[in-house]
T-cell receptor
Framework: AQKITQTQPGMFVQEKEAVTLDCTYD???????LFWYKQPSSGEMIFLIY??????QNATEGRYSLNFQKARKSANLVISASQLGDSAMYFC?????????????FGKGTTLSVSS | DSGVTQTPKHLITATGQRVTLRCSPR?????VYWYQQSLDQGLQFLIQ???????AKGNILERFSAQQFPDLHSELNLSSLELGDSALYFC????????????FGPGTRLTVL
């Protein structure tokens, strides 16, 4: 079974609109972390936001917020007031557990296109 | 700029050859992770080092090996290269063995002809 599922291969939004990118995860570990990364066409991976499984509040970083619904095992990324520069591939990722050496498990990504 | 550096940026080589990819983590980061991004497999974890010691292995082929040196830079060695090894190879670093953030380098794009 997929650990991280991103069901939207592509999303289209106009400038200044908000957009939600979906991510569901699967783990039986009570301690885990959820991440979102942005990959522009230039290829680099840019860290956006992090949510820990025990965090009581949804994470926010500027225009990015993470809609964390633990019971549903979803960690959707919300981008408010989209900008042309937000056009990129977005990856949801998970770290399972707190033990040493836990690498990230990535979803297949969602391509976001922002138009003027 | 994440502070993680990778060289070279691009590498073109032939099947059967051996290459070395280099990564310097952010200042103060002790953990280094290697990931492979290909069209068919997506982003996959290869291997992690912490302060010079191997900590975890993911989907790393036996033809691939890595090490982390006393100055904390890391090298990923790929040998007997095949066409399917063509991919973008990322190095990432974090401060502790467990982490809340991993910062990625710009990647090395490997093309095997």
């Amino acid at each position: 079974a997929q650990k991280i599922t991103q069901t939207q291969p592509g999303m289209f939004v106009q400038e200044k609109e908000a957009v939600t990118l979906d991510c569901t995860y699967d783990t039986s570990d009570p301690s885990y972390g959820l991440f979102w990364y942005k990959q522009p066409s230039s290829g680099e991976m840019i860290f956006l936001i992090y949510q820990g499984s025990y965090d009581q509040q949804n994470a926010t970083e500027g225009r990015y917020s993470l809609n964390f619904q633990k019971a549903r095992k979803s960690a959707n990324l919300v981008i408010s007031a989209s900008q042309l520069g937000d056009s990129a591939m977005y990856f949801c990722a998970m770290r399972e557990g707190d033990q040493a050496g836990t690498a990230l498990i990535f979803g297949k990504g969602t391509t976001l296109s922002v138009s003027s | 700029d994440s502070g993680v550096t990778q060289t070279p940026k691009h590498l073109i080589t032939a099947t059967g050859q051996r290459v070395t990819l280099r990564c310097s983590p952010r200042s103060g980061d002790l953990s280094v992770y290697w990931y492979q991004q290909s069209l068919d497999q997506g982003l996959q974890f290869l291997i992690q080092y912490y302060n010079g010691e191997e900590r975890a292995k993911g989907n790393i082929l036996e033809r691939f090996s890595a090490q982390q040196f006393p100055d904390l830079h890391s090298e990923l060695n790929l040998s007997s290269l095949e066409l399917g090894d063509s991919a973008l190879y990322f190095c990432a670093s974090s401060k502790r063995e467990t982490h809340n953030e991993q910062f990625f380098g710009p990647g090395t794009r490997l093309t095997v002809l």
